[in-house]
């Protein structure tokens, strides 16, 4: 468990972005919306890990948002590239709220460094989410 959140946390930090339910995205600029949005509602999960039992209430939540991430990289990349201007507005909103979720994935991993029973309780659900970063920060910035 230790090195998934390893892995996951260098992902995180070096590699990507995330955002909502993908569909009916017309712009790149939409698509770093939801994603900003689905790492927002992550926080929200992530700060509501306090024990065992409250990480694994949030592995399903973690999950969700995994394949709402998944589902607008699919969307983002119907779009073909972004042109230099979309990407100048997608790249702040996306440093910025990848910026915000790795923080606050550090702290998690404090907690499950000193708890490895939350680490357990969420199994693979936080890399399944981080896995979906690294796609969308080269298609909207990051």
């Known amino acids: 468990m230790r090195n998934i959140l390893a892995l996951a946390l260098l992902c995180v ?27 927002k509602d992550a926080e929200g999960v992530l700060d509501d890990i306090k024990d065992t039992a409250s990480a694994a209430a949030a592995k399903g939540k973690l999950e969700a948002i995994a394949k709402r991430l998944q589902g607008i990289a699919a969307s983002a990349e119907k ?10 507005k997608t790249e702040p909103k996306m440093h910025q709220a990848i910026a915000s979720f790795g923080a606050k994935t550090m702290a998690q991993f404090d907690l499950v460094m000193a708890n ?22 080269v298609m909207l910035g990051g």
């Open 79 to 88: 779009l073909g590239p972004p042109s230099d201007a979309a990407y100048g």
């Open 13 to 39: 930090v070096g590699c990507g972005d995330g955002g909502s339910g993908g569909g009916g995205i017309g712009s790149h600029e939409e698509a770093a919306d939801e994603v900003v949005r689905a790492l």
């Open 116 to 137: 490895p029973e939350i680490g357990k309780a969420l199994g693979t659900s936080l890399a399944e989410l981080q896995q979906q970063l690294p796609k969308l920060r």
